[in-house]
Structures are given as C-alpha cells and as structure tokens.
C-alpha cells in the first residue's frame, strides 16, 4: 500500500528525471540535427551540472537551416 510518503517520494523522482532529461526531451521536441549527440552527452555527463548545461544549450541553439 502507497503512503502519502512514498507518493511524494515518487513524484519527486519522476520529476527529477524529468529535471535532468530536460535537454533531451528539448533536442527531440525541437527535431535538432544533432538531437543524438545531445542526449548522449546529457546521459552520459548530465549528472554534473556542466554538462547538464552544455547540453540545455546546445539543445536550444537554432536548428541548421536545410537549403
């Protein structure tokens, strides 16, 4: 049976990852060119808050314009 507790305990995780995966999920919204790359470095490095960064920005740089 869930406590009150362990529902705060849940939903606070559930956030967090939706916290740390934030450069990932924007690559993908945006359809980014180097949308892989991006959630490479963000799971492999966005435990540390450089390149949880690094990786939020280069998610939100302007996509390539394709001729």
């Known amino acids: 049976m869930l406590t009150n507790f362990s529902i ?3 939903l606070t ?4 990852l939706g916290i740390y995966f934030m450069p ?3 690559a993908i919204y945006r359809e980014h060119h180097c ?5 490479v470095v ?3 490095f966005g435990w540390t808050l450089l390149g949880w960064g690094v990786a939020m920005v280069w998610a939100c740089l302007p996509k390539n314009k394709q001729s």
């Not at 995780?13 to 967090?16: A, H, K, N, P």
């Open 13 to 16: 995780g559930i956030s967090l």
């Open 8 to 10: 705060g305990v849940l």
């Open 42 to 44: 963000n799971v492999l």
């Open 35 to 39: 949308s892989v790359s991006i959630i």
């Open 24 to 26: 990932a999920i924007v």
